[in-house]
């Protein structure tokens, strides 16, 4: 038959379409796993399990699993009356294998719950069995299924709360599954671990078997975990350790301690509590037993964190460095080097981290205080200079005896752990100098470090001259250019603490040198390419005219190889600097005469000066060293020296001071005054006819009238009421009057002049009777007249030299008259 067209119309026509036939029926895919396990049970013979149980545990339903393990705590049970081991053993591992670590969920969870009641059957039993049961709830700890995770912690509650001190020798595996388990992200498995923690900790404080030596590993390894849980977890069980009296957990701080300090920088204000309970516990226990503690294991890692950035755990490992210091002693001497880099740069902190910065000052104090003169080289016998005193002001500081008890084998080596309690035999710690200078000599050479830790470094540099000088003079010669780079630092505290170091380095018995050093040379050439220092004889200054007195050398029974070195090398400075000069100059000098003998000071740089090739540095230098002789407090004692040169060596220092002062006229005249030259000054002023008057020299003539009204020149003033013993001292004041062009200087000295009274008026009958003489007559010792020559000759160095500064070379307008 046709079939006909679809479009045609008619109910007849219109056929419905043939309906495809229908598919079989899906059984359920679960209910098909549990048939399908069902039928692989049924091959395998589960004896003494009956089917019934084994049906029971493979099944979805809680209620049904719970039945099952009902019915095992009963077959259990039998087994026990009967003391069927053999049986017992296989319920286990067929619950284990089977059930536990089978591939089926529901299969698992009735393994666990298993298992569980096996033990709550055995009893006090279980403990024989412990692996068995505890292994595969274990491994279940790892499964993907959170609720299985939980079933996992809720059976290893049941065994653990059964078994209760027996599963102490398993304890490791537990922690190790339990610390997992404190970062599980399912809540309920979270608390579930809780619980079981809980449990676990109850049993350790309450058993005195628990295995410590086991466990540290185990402790290490976990408490680096950046997780919260996690580090709560490790924190409270360390806090519950502590806690136990039959534990000593102190003794295992070396291998914990490195991973606690992080846990103080955690988010959780509740978890940095809690370590900081657990560290301040320990510090307590250190307090009472400090001669079982193994300091040394745990100084690196303190330095480590007194470096950290973030404040409480820096401030908390600062203070442990504090306690270590002053309970250990000398044992940290061999960390001194690594200290100080975690100590010096705190020193330098503002008030927002006031904390630490006190701490890490009594730190510096602590240890600074544990270097004493043991840690200095023998003293090797070696000749001293003549007259010099066999102690020095700071041996009493050198002669301190040692105040830390204790002895350790000690080595440079940052592995170094032993730690040997006070009073036991073993060998002194000794002192690595070497790493101590690298760490000062980095914050010194650093420009960014702080103030206060510049100045903190240079105190230790400081001390260790004091205590260890024979050690530090090998340091010397690197450190030296350091130091005097130090001078030109923005702050006085510093430059003050500087020139100490340098005082102490150039006066130091241990730096006197046998015979020429490096920095000894006959060569008497000084200049800033080389300088070098006169050879050790010193040459008389005083003499016939024929002695020239060039070769001058400073020696004092103070002074060392050093001295001059850093007087040549400080007016080296000076000369590179000119800005140095002329602010900290004066300073500078001034604290050296305190720190160190001023008549060396000054013997030294004019005997320097006398050989320096830039004659108008050495004006100027001139000019500075004569202002503070003149001015300063701390020369009094030297200007009452120079007043009366009653003695060769008075004598000497002004024949030293003269030919350098040549460089400066007026300096020169403002000497001759000083010292009551009053002839020879007036002789010089009559030179200055000769002289190229500028308006630099009317100035220093303007501020020499100033200084003659001044306090330090009352006795030249009283003199001129002596006008019959004191011609040359009127003369040399009119000769500076006539100098002047008229100002106020001009006035001042005018009106001085005017002052002094007419001879003839102040004679008396007594004066008449014994006409007595000057009372101040120039010295027989000294030759005026070559003096007088080797001014103008260093006057006629000077015109010369201004004269090529300005174009005309050798074509001189004018000549000194040798």
């Not at 084994?54 to 049904?64: F, G, P, Q, S, T």
């Not at 400073?554 to 002074?559: D, E």
Request: some cysteine.
């Amino acid at each position: 038959m046709r079939q006909r067209p679809c479009g045609t119309g008619g109910a007849r026509s219109r056929r419905r379409p043939r309906r495809a036939p229908e598919p079989p029926a899906l059984v359920p895919v679960l209910p098909l796993v549990l048939v399908l396990v069902a039928a692989m049970n049924a091959e395998k013979d589960f004896a003494p399990l009956t089917p019934n149980i084994v049906r029971a545990l493979n099944d979805k339903l809680y209620e049904k699993r719970k039945v099952a393990a009902l019915e095992i705590e009963k077959l259990v049970r039998e087994f026990v009356a009967q003391n069927n081991t053999v049986q017992v053993k296989h319920v286990i591992q067929i619950l284990s294998q089977e059930f536990a670590l089978s591939q089926h969920p529901h299969s698992r969870k009735g393994g666990l719950i298993g298992l569980a009641a096996c033990s709550i059957a055995l009893g006090k039993d279980s403990g024989l069995y412990l692996k068995e049961l505890i292994e595969p709830v274990l491994t279940c700890f790892n499964d993907a299924d959170s609720r299985l995770r939980y079933y996992a912690c809720e059976a290893l509650y049941n065994i653990v709360k059964v078994a209760r001190g027996s599963v102490l020798p398993h304890f490791d595996v537990l922690f190790d599954g339990l610390s997992k388990l404190a970062a599980d992200p399912d809540p309920n498995v979270k608390s579930g671990s809780e619980l079981l923690d809980r449990l676990l900790k109850d049993i350790v404080t309450e058993n005195n078997k628990f295995d410590l030596v086991s466990f540290i590993p185990l402790l290490r390894e976990r408490i680096y975990s950046n997780n919260q849980y996690a580090r709560q977890f490790i924190i409270s069980w360390i806090l519950v350790l502590e806690s136990v009296p039959d534990i000593n957990l102190l003794d295992y701080l070396p291998e914990i301690l490195d991973g606690l300090f992080p846990i103080l920088g955690d988010n959780s204000k509740e978890i940095r509590k809690m370590c900081e309970v657990a560290l301040g516990e320990f510090l307590k226990e250190i307090k009472k037993s400090p001669s079982s503690v193994k300091f040394a294991e745990m100084a690196n890692t303190l330095v480590i964190h007194c470096q950290d950035s973030d404040d409480l755990i820096q401030l908390t490992a600062m203070c442990w460095m504090r306690e270590f210091i002053q309970l250990a002693g000398r044992v940290m001497l061999p960390y001194s080097s690594g200290i100080l880099t975690a100590v010096l740069p705190c020193l330098a902190y503002d008030d927002r981290k006031k904390s630490i910065k006190e701490m890490a000052n009594v730190c510096n104090q602590s240890l600074m205080k544990l270097v004493t003169p043991e840690d200095d080289e023998p003293d090797e016998p070696r000749p001293r200079a003549l007259g010099h005193p066999e102690t020095s002001p700071d041996d009493s500081l050198a002669k301190q005896e040692v105040t830390a008890n204790g002895c350790l084998d000690a080595s440079c080596d940052s592995n170094f752990s032993v730690f040997t309690p006070a009073g036991a035999e073993g060998l002194p710690v000794t002192l690595n100098l070497d790493e101590i200078m690298q760490v000062l000599n980095c914050h010194l050479h650093d420009p960014a470090i702080g103030m206060m830790t510049r100045i903190a470094v240079l105190k230790w540099l400081y001390h260790l001259y004091i205590k260890t000088p024979r050690k530090m003079f090998r340091h010397t010669d690197n450190l030296f250019p350091i130091l005097l780079r130090t001078l030109s630092d923005e702050s006085d505290e510093v430059i003050l603490k500087d020139l100490e170091v340098l005082a102490e380095i150039a006066s130091s018995p241990a730096g006197q040198t046998e015979g020429p050093g490096p920095f000894d040379s006959p060569s008497l050439r000084v200049n800033h390419s080389d300088l070098q220092a006169p050879t050790s004889g010193r040459a008389s200054l005083l003499g016939p005219p024929g002695t020239r007195g060039l070769e001058c050398s400073p020696s004092s029974p103070t002074m060392n190889s050093y001295f001059y070195k850093f007087m040549i090398n400080l007016l080296k400075r000076f000369s590179s600097e000119r800005k140095l000069l002329e602010i900290r100059g004066a300073f500078i000098i001034r604290q050296l005469c305190l720190l160190l003998n001023a008549e060396n000071i000054f013997h030294s740089m004019a005997d320097i000066l006398l050989r320096e090739e830039d004659l108008k540095f050495a004006s100027t230098m001139v000019h500075t060293l004569n202002t503070i002789l003149l001015t300063s407090t701390e020369l009094f004692q030297l200007r009452n020296q120079l007043k009366d040169l009653k003695t060769l060596e008075s004598q000497s220092l002004f024949c030293c001071l003269y030919r350098s002062w040549c460089h400066n006229p007026v300096t020169t005249v403002s000497l001759c005054f000083l010292t009551q030259n009053y002839r020879h000054a007036y002789d010089l002023i009559q030179k200055f006819g000769d002289l190229e008057v500028t308006v630099d020299f009317l100035t220093e003539v303007d501020k020499l009238v100033q200084l003659i009204e001044c306090p330090i020149f009352t006795y030249l003033r009283l003199q001129l009421l002596d006008v019959k013993n004191n011609p040359y001292l009127i003369k040399a004041l009119y000769g500076l009057l006539m100098l002047l062009p008229q100002s106020s200087a001009f006035q001042l000295l005018s009106h001085r002049l005017q002052c002094v009274p007419n001879p003839e008026l102040m004679q008396t009958e007594d004066s008449v009777k014994t006409a007595p003489s000057s009372r101040k007559v120039d010295s027989p010792s000294i030759d005026y007249v070559e003096l007088l020559q080797h001014f103008e000759r260093v006057q006629n160095k000077h015109l010369e030299m201004r004269h090529q500064r300005s174009g005309r070379g050798d074509q001189l307008d004018r000549r000194i008259v040798l």
